[in-house]
């Protein structure tokens, strides 16, 4: 049969129709949607494959705004789930897949789901949440391997669906802050912000078109994966490259290399990590236009030298949870590393003291944007809630300067910031002026206490050889004040093996110090 687009009465509005189904009825269906490590699908599958899972869902008895855990891995099951979810008016909640059973215990608690959809090699881990929260799940539903549920359920679902009539002020989906600061939030999105950030940020920005194929090393259940490699190339009708293993370095060259990408998107570490070892492939065997950065600030050193070895640069940019993607960002022909680069058109940011009053020209201030985007609540936490979204604007716990250009610097977290001599300091800024050094692979900066109780900042060093710290401590504490203002140098320097981190690259700072 020929799979025929759904479609809505005027004034609603599904996300799911606008990703799948218009694709269809621009005449994109035999057009390449996904490639996984198992195959290739196309929009027509694809769209299948979405409709069958929503039927599957009314059919286990879901109902509109029920939650759906999703705990899976990159495969063309995670689009089908979490677009199958939204065409069925059901919300799909996905989760990290590197946490632990009591992390998943607490968020299955947390979102009250009423069911869940795991890959298989993952199921164990939820055997706790399943004992003490499994009376609230209508199903569990298993992704990949012989003991899959998913293909049985999909087999037996029809291939349309009429979908729920939803408008764009509806709740959509939930994605869990990645917890940088130890505490994770479910942040509830609405059906509009996919294709907000998308014609906002992916199109005009990135310039992305129907003959892109995308690949990024930062997975689906974090927002910036999310848009990476499903809103975006959905949004245009272009290829999503998905990986379900865990991006090193290895297992991103060989994505490079044989699927040839013309857009990336990776994060500081992995492309420290990869300048760093001998897996990063030479420019005759890529074929991308430009690479894309978020998670964490880009140092300078790291972006120029990747442009130098493969001929292509990173756009860095900052975005979160709470706004979906990117706001605030580099462009082509409009680039300074070092800086975030400028506000998205359609964004408005701005800077402002403890007072709440709008900072100085070239002062640090606490960073709050406004758009379109952004996720309404975080649930259950009315008090959090408040704190962070402010009238349009969105509270993002960076710091950050405006420099004299009108390129936006970013100068650490908020909770990371150290007042040194009365004088701020920007973790960011030691970290950038450390990994300058030949020896030095990656570095953490915060505060840390001095005999007089006075706060100075310590850093945490990798090297890029492993046991070559002999002597380094002095010769690293010279390079930075030949680089900074001399009070902002570490006083004191730990070599460490690694650094702790998210499953999305972003450098745990409160856990450094902790043990400091």
């Known amino acids: 049969?020929?799979?025929?687009?759904?479609?809505?009465?005027?004034?609603?509005?599904?996300?799911?129709?606008?990703?799948?189904?218009?694709?269809?009825?621009?005449?994109?269906?035999?057009?390449?949607?996904?490639?996984?490590?198992?195959?290739?699908?196309?929009?027509?599958?694809?769209?299948?494959?979405?409709?069958?899972?929503?039927?599957?869902?009314?059919?286990?008895?879901?109902?509109?705004?029920?939650?759906?855990?999703?705990?899976?891995?990159?495969?063309?099951?995670?689009?089908?789930?979490?677009?199958?979810?939204?065409?069925?008016?059901?919300?799909?909640?996905?989760?990290?897949?590197?946490?632990?059973e009591q992390d998943y215990a607490t968020?299955?608690?947390?979102?009250?789901?009423?069911?869940?959809?795991?890959?298989?090699?993952?199921?164990?881990?939820?055997?706790?949440?399943?004992?003490?929260?499994?009376?609230?799940?209508?199903?569990?539903?298993?992704?990949?391997?012989?003991?899959?549920?998913?293909?049985?359920?999909?087999?037996?679902?029809?291939?349309?669906?009429?979908?729920?009539?939803?408008?764009?002020?509806?709740?959509?989906?939930?994605?869990?802050?990645?917890?940088?600061?130890?505490?994770?939030?479910?942040?509830?999105?609405?059906?509009g912000s996919l294709m907000a950030t998308a014609k906002l940020y992916a199109q005009p920005v990135l310039g992305i078109r129907a003959t892109d194929r995308v690949f990024s090393a930062a997975k689906l259940f974090f927002a910036y994966g999310l848009g990476n490699a499903l809103t975006f190339p959905f949004s245009v009708g272009a290829t999503a490259i998905l990986m379900a293993e865990r991006p090193t370095p290895a297992a991103v060259a060989k994505r490079l290399v044989e699927q040839r990408p013309t857009i990336f998107y990776g994060v500081p570490t992995l492309y420290s990590l990869m300048l760093a070892g001998?897996?990063?492939?030479?420019?005759?065997?890529?074929?991308?236009?430009?690479?894309v950065s978020a998670g964490?600030?880009?140092?300078?050193e790291l972006?120029?030298?990747?442009?130098?070895?493969?001929?292509?640069?990173?756009?860095?940019?900052?975005?979160?949870?709470?706004?979906?993607?990117?706001?605030?960002?580099?462009?082509?022909?409009?680039?300074?590393?070092?800086?975030?680069?400028?506000?998205?058109?359609?964004?408005?940011?701005?800077?402002?003291?403890?007072?709440?009053r709008p900072v100085a020209p070239g002062e640090i201030g606490d960073l709050l944007v406004a758009g379109p985007s952004c996720c309404v609540l975080y649930w259950r936490k009315r008090e959090k809630s408040r704190e962070t979204f402010l009238g349009v604007w969105t509270r993002t716990g960076d710091k950050y300067r405006l420099d004299e250009d009108g390129y936006w610097v970013y100068c650490g977290r908020s909770d990371d910031m150290l007042k040194v001599s009365g004088q701020y300091v920007s973790p960011f800024e030691v970290e950038a002026a450390l990994v300058t050094h030949p020896a030095v692979l990656e570095a953490a900066v915060v505060a840390h206490y001095d005999e007089d109780r006075l706060v100075k900042p310590k850093a945490y060093v990798v090297l890029k050889e492993a046991g070559a710290g002999g002597g380094l401590e002095e010769a690293l504490k010279v390079h930075v004040k030949g680089r900074?203002?001399?009070?902002?140098?570490?006083?004191?320097?730990?070599?460490?093996?690694?650094?702790?981190?998210?499953?999305?690259?972003?450098?745990?700072?409160?856990?450094?110090?902790?043990?400091?």
């Open 107 to 191: 968020m299955l608690a947390d979102s009250g789901a009423r069911g869940l959809v795991v890959s298989l090699p993952l199921r164990a881990k939820f055997e706790t949440a399943l004992t003490q929260h499994g009376r609230q799940l209508r199903a569990v539903i298993v992704s990949g391997g012989a003991e899959a549920s998913l293909p049985s359920l999909l087999a037996a679902a029809a291939p349309q669906h009429e979908p729920a009539a939803t408008h764009a002020d509806d709740f959509c989906f939930w994605l869990y802050s990645s917890g940088s600061t130890g505490s994770p939030k479910g942040a509830v999105h609405l059906h």
């Open 1 to 100: 049969m020929t799979l025929r687009p759904a479609r809505l009465p005027d004034g609603y509005y599904n996300a799911a129709l606008d990703l799948l189904d218009r694709n269809l009825e621009e005449g994109r269906g035999e057009a390449l949607a996904v490639i996984d490590d198992a195959g290739r699908y196309s929009y027509a599958e694809l769209t299948e494959r979405a409709n069958r899972f929503a039927n599957a869902l009314e059919s286990l008895g879901f109902q509109r705004e029920e939650r759906l855990l999703l705990a899976l891995f990159d495969t063309v099951d995670f689009p089908t789930a979490f677009l199958g979810a939204i065409k069925a008016g059901v919300i799909p909640v996905p989760v990290n897949t590197l946490l632990t």
């Open 303 to 356: 972006g120029k030298r990747w442009k130098q070895r493969t001929g292509v640069d990173i756009l860095d940019g900052i975005g979160s949870t709470e706004m979906l993607h990117i706001f605030i960002s580099n462009r082509l022909g409009d680039l300074r590393y070092g800086s975030s680069g400028r506000p998205v058109e359609g964004y408005e940011a701005k800077l402002v003291g403890e007072d709440g």
């Open 484 to 516: 900074l203002a001399p009070f902002k140098y570490p006083r004191w320097i730990e070599f460490v093996p690694e650094l702790p981190k998210t499953a999305t690259g972003k450098i745990q700072r409160f856990k450094l110090r902790r043990s400091g």
């Open 296 to 300: 964490e600030a880009l140092p300078e």
């Open 278 to 291: 001998d897996e990063l492939p030479p420019k005759e065997q890529l074929s991308l236009r430009l690479c």
